[in-house]
C-alpha cells in the first residue's frame, strides 16, 4: 500500500498544456482500468475530474484529459487556465476493495 | 443534489477515541458503498476504508486496522468511523466520500471533512 509516485509540481503558461504523471505497479495502476484524478483547492475539498484512466464526470471541463500506460498514467490539462491552479491527486483501485493514492501535485498557472 | 456533512471532529490525547459521522442526502444511500479518506495537515490524501453499501463488508489500510471501524446505519443514511488508539499519527482532516456506482472506479462526491487532532 505505497502510495503512488507523482511530480511534486508542474507549470504552464496559460493556454499551454501540462502532463502530471501518476505511477504505480502491476499491483494497482497495471492492473486496473480504474484510476482516477482529484482537483483539490487549497483548504477546500477534493472535486472527482476524471475516473476509469479517461472519462470525465459531466461538467468538467474538455480540458481534462486521462490516459495510461503500463503503470503509469497520466493527466493532461489542455488550453491550461488560471482557474486550474490547484492540487492533484491520482487515485487507483489496489484490489480487494482497496485503493491507494498518488503523492499530489501542484500546477501553477505562470 | 449529493451532499455528505461530515461531524465528530475534535481533539483528543494519544490513547484515546472518537466517532465521526458522515450523514448523507441527494441519493439512495443504502445502494452505494462508502468511503473514508483522510489528509494529514500540508499533507497528500490517505484512503482509510471502505463499507459495501449494505455494510456487510469492510476494508481497510493496514495502518488503521484493528483500530478504526467504519460501519454505517441505512435507515439513517449515515456512515460512521470508530477510530480507537489513536496516534498522533492520525492526525488529519477526514473526509467521507461516496462510492461510484461501479464501486472500483471512483469516488465522486465528498463531504467537507472533519478535523482530528490527537495530542497531549
Known amino acids: 500500500q505505497s502510495a503512488l509516485t507523482q511530480p511534486r509540481s508542474v507549470s504552464g503558461s496559460p493556454g499551454q498544456s501540462v502532463t502530471i504523471s501518476c505511477t504505480g505497479t502491476s499491483s494497482d495502476v497495471g492492473g486496473y482500468n480504474h484510476v482516477s484524478w482529484y482537483q483539490q483547492y487549497p483548504g477546500k475539498v477534493p472535486k472527482l475530474t476524471i475516473y476509469?484512466?479517461?472519462k470525465r464526470p459531466s461538467g468538467v471541463p474538455g480540458r481534462f484529459s486521462g490516459s495510461k500506460s503500463g503503470n503509469t498514467a497520466s493527466l493532461t490539462i489542455s488550453g491550461l487556465q488560471a482557474e486550474d491552479e490547484a492540487d492533484y491527486y491520482c487515485c487507483s483501485y489496489a484490489g480487494d476493495y482497496t485503493y491507494v493514492f498518488g503523492t499530489g501535485t501542484k500546477v501553477t498557472v505562470l | 443534489q449529493v451532499q455528505l456533512v461530515g461531524s465528530g471532529g475534535g481533539v483528543v490525547q494519544p490513547g484515546g477515541s472518537l466517532r465521526l459521522s458522515c450523514a448523507a442526502s441527494g441519493f439512495t444511500f443504502s445502494s452505494f458503498g462508502m468511503h473514508w479518506v483522510r489528509q494529514a495537515p500540508g499533507k497528500g490524501l490517505e484512503w482509510v476504508a471502505f463499507i459495501w453499501y449494505d455494510g456487510s463488508n469492510k476494508y481497510y489500510i493496514d495502518s488503521v486496522k484493528g483500530r478504526f471501524t467504519i460501519s454505517r446505519d441505512n435507515s439513517k443514511n449515515t456512515v460512521y468511523l470508530q477510530m480507537n488508539s489513536l496516534r498522533a499519527e492520525d492526525t488529519a482532516v477526514y473526509y467521507c466520500a461516496k462510492g461510484s456506482f461501479s464501486v472500483a472506479s471512483a469516488l465522486d462526491s465528498w463531504g467537507q471533512g472533519a478535523l482530528v487532532t490527537v495530542s497531549s
Open positions: 476509469d484512466v479517461n
